[in-house]
Nanobody
Framework: QVHLEESGGGLVQAGGSLRLSCAAS????????VGWFRQAPGKDREFISA????????YYADVVKGRFTISRINAKNTMYLQMNSLKPEDTAVYYC????????????????????WGQGTQVTVSS
């Protein structure tokens, strides 16, 4: 079992920044890719970013590329999402998730590839 807990969400003005954290307890995340997704009201869950187990590859949705940065510190069993130049359309609940495969990643943008999810943290960007 893995428990994931997001933190760092909040209300920010357009153009501002937030840093989300995802802390894991239970089993280690260190051999798994991890990802961030978001879901806005009335919309499907959307892939945002993912990072391989050792951080050597990162993946981003086009809508956040150049603005968001994913990172991880395996020694702390924690990953992060630095969000800069936030826009009102970034408003959503943000979720972190653990990829079901160890060591490799197959389809990091597919939510079905993730088996554990956090409860989410709300990010609201005002215009």
């Amino acid at each position: 079992q893995v428990h994931l807990e997001e933190s760092g969400g909040g209300l920010v003005q357009a153009g501002g920044s937030l840093r989300l954290s995802c802390a894991a307890s239970g089993r280690t995340l260190s051999i798994h890719a991890v990802g961030w997704f978001r879901q806005a009201p009335g919309k499907d869950r959307e892939f945002i970013s993912a990072i391989t187990w050792n951080g050597d590859r990162t993946y981003y949705a086009d809508v956040v590329k150049g603005r968001f940065t994913i990172s991880r510190i395996n020694a702390k069993n924690t990953m992060y999402l630095q969000m800069n130049s936030l826009k009102p359309e970034d408003t959503a609940v943000y979720y972190c998730a653990k990829n079901r495969l160890a060591w490799v990643v197959r389809d990091p943008m597919n939510p079905d590839e993730y088996d554990y999810w956090g409860q989410g943290t709300q990010v609201t960007v005002s215009s």
